[in-house]
Nanobody, 116 residues
């Protein structure tokens, strides 16, 4: 079972930036896709951004133009660069890896808090 460890969360003022990192215990090429999800209090978990094995990316409409997902295959790490942060971006952010069986492995989550 792959282990995913997120880092980089914290408290930032509106308009600021953060970069999240998700380090996988194995090769990220073993997954068909990796993604970042978030869950705000009282809300359902939602997909924020994803990147496929082939490098295609996908973003939620709410973060397009502000967030960028990328990867470093040598470090088996996926990043989420978050710019122009808004208070509504406040949530616990989770990294997920989708296997060929379509099962997903999840990290423990990292808190992002954006103050107004």
């Amino acid at each position: 079972q792959v282990q995913l460890v997120e880092s980089g969360g914290g408290l930032v003022q509106a308009g600021g930036s953060l970069r999240l990192a998700c380090a996988a215990s194995g090769s990220i090429f073993s997954f068909v896709a990796m993604g970042w999800y978030r869950q705000a209090p009282g809300k359902q978990r939602e997909l924020v951004a994803s990147i496929t094995r082939g490098g295609s990316t996908n973003y939620a409409d709410s973060v397009k133009g502000r967030f960028v997902i990328s990867r470093d295959t040598a470090k088996n790490t996926v990043y989420l660069q978050m710019n122009s942060l808004k208070p509504e971006d406040t949530a616990v952010y989770y990294c997920a890896a989708t296997e060929v069986t379509l099962q997903q492995a999840w990290g423990q989550g990292t808190q992002v808090t954006v103050s107004s």
